[in-house]
């Protein structure tokens, strides 16, 4: 069984920053991505991004040129790096973990609020 734990979410005005962190544990045989979806209320999880395991990086629309994704594999932990945020990117963050055979886990999800 895999476990995921997310850290880093709050509360932060508009403009500031956030870093989420996940952490995978248990049996992990083989990773094929690692990332990050959010879910607002009222809304249908939305992909922010992922990495796969040869860094290869996908990013959604809304959160090009503001955020980054990066992934230590020796830890199985991946990064959410959140800039410039704004009031429309308050969601409950969520992390995915994807194995080779597109088994997907999910976190249990952390709360990003962004108002002044």
């Known amino acids: 069984q895999v476990q995921l734990v997310e850290s880093g979410g709050g509360l932060v005005q508009p403009g500031g920053s956030l870093r989420l962190s996940c952490l995978a544990s248990g049996t992990i045989f083989s990773i094929y991505s690692m990332g990050w979806y959010r879910q607002a209320p009222g809304k249908q999880r939305e992909l922010v991004a992922t990495i796969t395991h040869i860094g290869t990086t996908n990013l959604g629309d809304s959160v090009k040129g503001r955020f980054t994704i990066a992934r230590d594999n020796a830890k199985n932990t991946v990064y959410l790096q959140m800039n410039s945020l704004k009031p429309e990117d308050t969601a409950v963050y969520y992390c995915?973990?994807?194995?080779?055979?597109?088994?997907?886990?999910w976190g249990q999800g952390t709360q990003v609020t962004v108002s002044s």
């Open positions: 995915n973990l994807k194995t080779a055979g597109l088994t997907s886990y």
